[in-house]
């Protein structure tokens, strides 16, 4: 054959071979300069293109030693590097020599992005601290006072009646955080997969605001539930249900007045074309700004003894984030200092709804 021919043949399948790789792949001679880059790597670095010198390009130190030294030793290596703006990423590269070219020796470089690994383990980490932090203090607590009650209190019914009722308190609030990481988990596993039953969400609104009645009136909180025909939405009800009911308990709890002066949380449905959006207004005390961005953090508080005060686990709010997720959907808190809080899901409307 023509060496014109086997070269463009050469070059055609390096190409193909750098598209076939799922993550990011440069293909460089040894003087670095570039023979193949797939759709991945030009993501990462826009303007690479054969036959340019790769620190053209890449401006990653690392990278470009990397590939020096492999050029001139012939061994294997890999390097990290991260970015820091706009966001933080994380990024392994795989430098491998490869003698057996067709035509002439080559290096390659195949990157991994380890930024979604890192976060996970990030989470895992900080998950597994605030679980056991959050159900240590009411074992502990159970465990004093089981001791208590086989020791000095034993025959004090006076003291083992009081005590009683706390122990009850604290096993109900592991209990709820129990379910409540059970519900996470189970969310977690099945994000991937889109529920698609129709639910007519404003039913939903009027049930939950039906149930938690009694909870609001206890609070001298009005429920104000704006009238709406039936909006249908593509999801699974029970979770759908949970949101609701998370951002009304929510809104009741934060939302009700120290003092006892009466007050309201609004609930209003807003359609549109493609969705719906259910807002949750309330007029209490309101979020400082700089909370709004991890409030739907695991275990993240504004206030700790407050929300524990009244029976917070710490996850609802990451439920939501992860329900609405789980949906297609969106989430936007809005706050103000003493103008109270407003939590906004907007959900893809059912196709059989649409443009009706």
Not at 205 to 232: C, E, F, K, Q, Y
Not at 337 to 355: I, R
């Amino acid at each position: 054959m023509e060496p014109d021919f086997l070269e463009q043949h050469d070059k055609r399948l390096t190409a193909a071979f750098a598209e076939a790789v799922p993550e990011a792949l440069i293909v460089v001679t040894p003087d670095a300069r570039i023979l193949a880059a797939n759709q991945k790597a030009r993501m990462l670095f826009p303007r690479l293109k054969a036959p340019d010198l790769l620190a053209m390009h890449v401006r990653v130190p690392a990278i470009l030693d990397g590939v020096a030294r492999v050029a001139k030793s012939g061994v294997m290596t890999s390097v990290s590097w991260a970015e820091r703006v706009p966001v933080e990423r994380w990024f392994n590269v795989t430098i491998t020599p490869v003698q057996d070219a067709p035509l002439q020796p080559s290096i390659v470089l195949y990157v991994q992005e380890l930024t979604e690994a890192r976060r996970v383990e990030r989470m895992r980490v900080d998950f597994i601290a605030n679980a056991s932090h959050e159900l240590r203090t009411p074992l502990a607590s159970l465990l004093g006072f089981v001791e208590t009650l086989q020791g000095a209190a034993k025959d004090d019914p006076k003291a083992r009646a009081t005590f009683l009722n706390i122990m009850r308190d604290q096993g109900q609030r592991m209990a709820r955080l129990v379910d409540d990481l059970l519900s996470l988990s189970k969310i977690e596993q099945n994000l991937h997969v889109r529920p698609e039953k129709p639910v007519d969400l404003a039913a939903l609104v009027r049930h939950v605001a039906d149930s938690l009645g009694m909870v609001a009136a206890d609070a001298h909180v009005t429920l104000n539930i704006a009238p709406h025909d039936p909006v249908i939405v593509p999801g699974d009800r029970d979770e759908l249900l949970r949101v609701i009911e998370n951002l009304l308990e929510n809104a009741i709890k934060y939302g009700a007045r120290d003092d006892g002066t009466p007050t309201q949380v609004d609930v209003t449905l807003s359609v549109t074309t493609d969705d719906v959006r259910l807002d949750v207004r309330d007029y209490g005390r309101g979020i400082a700004r700089e909370h709004l961005p991890r409030l739907t953090e695991r275990f993240y508080r504004v206030d700790p003894g407050q929300s524990r005060a009244k029976g917070g686990t710490g996850l609802g709010l990451a439920i939501v984030k992860h329900i609405v997720a789980h949906h297609r959907g969106r989430l936007k808190i809005d706050s103000e200092l003493g103008a109270g809080t407003k939590f906004s899901v907007t959900l893809p409307l059912h196709k059989t709804t649409k443009n009706i």
